[in-house]
Nanobody, 125 residues
Framework: EVQLVESGGGLVQPGGALRLSCAAS????????THWVRQAPGKGLERVST???????NYADSVKGRFTISRDNAKNTVYLQMNSLKSEDTALYYC???????????????????WGQGTQVTVSS
């Protein structure tokens, strides 16, 4: 059974940091493009960061220099280190995989093969 489980979300003050984790079972991350996407209340699904099978990474302009995506192949887990968080980063964050290149900012669920249940990130003082 394929499963993606995100964790690490929470409430943090502006300027703070969080590290999200996405553990996979039933498939291997390195065989797919893996993405962190987010959805804020009333807004569409936005791709935040991507890591390819070969480890190359990509970031949305809004998070470049603040967020870092990484992958531990031994643990079959993908991470998103989020630093210098802003109130506009508040959203439900999901990890998701695609079997083809995906670098658009605005995405939809049809773009993905697998996805998790999401973890809430709230940035507020």
């Amino acid at each position: 059974e394929v499963q993606l489980v995100e964790s690490g979300g929470g409430l943090v003050q502006p300027g703070g940091a969080l590290r999200l984790s996405c553990a996979a079972s039933g498939f291997t991350f390195s065989s797919y493009w893996t993405h962190w996407v987010r959805q804020a209340p009333g807004k569409g699904l936005e791709r935040v960061s991507t890591i390819r099978g070969d480890g190359a990474t990509n970031y949305a302009d809004s998070v470049k220099g603040r967020f870092t995506i990484s992958r531990d192949n031994a643990k079959n887990t993908v991470y998103l280190q989020m630093n210098s968080l802003k109130s506009e980063d508040t959203a439900l964050y999901y990890c998701a995989t695609s079997d083809r290149p995906l670098l658009r900012l605005l995405v939809n669920w049809a773009d993905f093969t697998f996805w998790g249940q999401g973890t809430q990130v709230t940035v507020s003082s």
